[in-house]
């Protein structure tokens, strides 16, 4: 009975009842009612906040830029008066393009005046409403399957930031950015650069993976035979007409999203595995 009740206090009296169906994970490029609804109530909520007829403070500020550098209209164009604001922004976050919704969601919580409760709340509706998309780094969104998956990528860009990758960082940044813009080989690319990144700061002058392993197998930080499984694994980042070059080079390349979106998981709990041993190691 306690485990049932339990349940049960996760759904609807409908769904409990077997009335409504169980929420269930959304696809890539979905966008619920559910989800654009509670997500305009957040955005609505925090813009008539203040009471105020017209945008003042962070939101004119951010507002005005988007004006200018997503919509691409002259500034003099700009109206601050509040309803009609309200009622474009409620279009844009109800349009039945993702792109616009999470374009739109990501340019704000990358502008340096996005008000602090659109950066807690965003996170939050998209877990609450099952999104296929995640909040990385505090303003990047980006596609998962499971919440461990974007863990595994915040938890890569925060060793990055600590131990001043600024490089491999950017790398990882910019294989989400083109896994959310659909293209899978560029996103491949990255999430290759930022592991090799990575392994040149441990193998200085390496410019690939096999270095960096050798290096840690001297320091006896890794085992010769998880050091032969690794270099087996990632043995397309060798510029020597590997796997990267047949299938990434080119413009047709042979990968799909399934294949960037296991790239970017596997590369960032291997860029995360590798500064642990670098560190382990004093290297």
């Given at each position: 009975?306690?485990?049932?009740?339990?349940?049960?206090?996760?759904?609807?009296?409908?769904?409990?009842?077997?009335?409504?169906?169980?929420?269930?994970?959304?696809?890539?490029?979905?966008?619920?009612?559910?989800?654009?609804?509670?997500?305009?109530?957040?955005?609505?909520?925090?813009?008539?906040?203040?009471?105020?007829?017209?945008?003042?403070?962070?939101?004119?500020?951010?507002?005005?830029?988007?004006?200018?550098?997503?919509?691409?209209?002259?500034?003099?164009?700009?109206?601050?008066?509040?309803?009609?604001?309200?009622?474009?922004?409620?279009?844009?976050?109800?349009?039945?393009?993702?792109?616009?919704?999470?374009?739109?969601?990501?340019?704000?919580?990358?502008?340096?005046?996005?008000?602090?409760?659109?950066?807690?709340?965003?996170?939050a509706v998209l877990k609450l409403h099952r999104a296929a998309?995640?909040?990385?780094?505090?303003?990047t969104i980006a596609p998962f399957a499971t919440e461990a998956?974007?863990?595994?990528?915040?938890?890569?860009?925060?060793?990055?930031?600590?131990?001043?990758?600024?490089?491999?960082?950017?790398?990882?940044?910019?294989?989400?950015?083109?896994?959310?813009?659909?293209?899978?080989?560029?996103?491949?690319?990255?999430?290759?650069?930022?592991?090799?990144?990575?392994?040149?700061?441990?193998?200085?002058?390496?410019?690939?993976?096999?270095?960096?392993?050798?290096?840690?197998?001297?320091?006896?930080?890794?085992?010769?035979?998880?050091?032969?499984?690794?270099?087996?694994?990632?043995?397309?980042?060798?510029?020597?007409?590997?796997?990267?070059?047949?299938?990434?080079?080119?413009?047709?390349?042979?990968?799909?999203?399934?294949?960037?979106?296991?790239?970017?998981?596997?590369?960032?709990a291997f860029v995360t595995y590798l500064i642990q041993k670098?560190?382990?190691?004093?290297?």
């Amino acid at each position: 009975m306690e485990n049932e009740f339990s349940y049960r206090k996760q759904l609807t009296f409908e769904q409990a009842e077997g009335a409504a169906p169980l929420p269930s994970q959304l696809a890539l490029k979905e966008v619920s009612q559910g989800l654009k609804a509670k997500m305009w109530q957040v955005f609505h909520d925090s813009l008539v906040a203040d009471g105020n007829s017209f945008l003042s403070g962070n939101w004119e500020l951010v507002l005005r830029d988007h004006h200018v550098d997503r919509l691409n209209l002259p500034i003099d164009a700009f109206n601050s008066y509040k309803p009609t604001v309200i009622q474009e922004l409620r279009e844009n976050l109800f349009d039945d393009d993702y792109l616009n919704f999470f374009g739109f969601i990501q340019y704000v919580l990358r502008h340096h005046r996005c008000p602090p409760y659109i950066k807690q709340a965003v996170p939050a509706v998209l877990k609450l409403h099952r999104a296929a998309y995640r909040v990385v780094d505090g303003d990047t969104i980006a596609p998962f399957a499971t919440e461990a998956e974007a863990a595994t990528a915040d938890k890569a860009l925060y060793e990055l930031k600590s131990v001043g990758m600024d490089g491999a960082r950017t790398h990882l940044r910019k294989a989400m950015s083109e896994l959310t813009a659909g293209s899978w080989a560029g996103s491949i690319r990255e999430s290759i650069h930022a592991v090799e990144s990575v392994a040149r700061t441990i193998a200085p002058g390496a410019n690939t993976l096999g270095p960096a392993l050798t290096a840690l197998e001297k320091n006896r930080v890794i085992h010769s035979a998880l050091k032969s499984a690794f270099g087996s694994i990632y043995g397309f980042t060798s510029d020597a007409g590997g796997i990267r070059h047949a299938l990434l080079d080119k413009e047709d390349a042979s990968v799909d999203e399934a294949d960037a979106m296991f790239m970017l998981g596997a590369c960032s709990a291997f860029v995360t595995y590798l500064i642990q041993k670098k560190r382990s190691a004093g290297i």
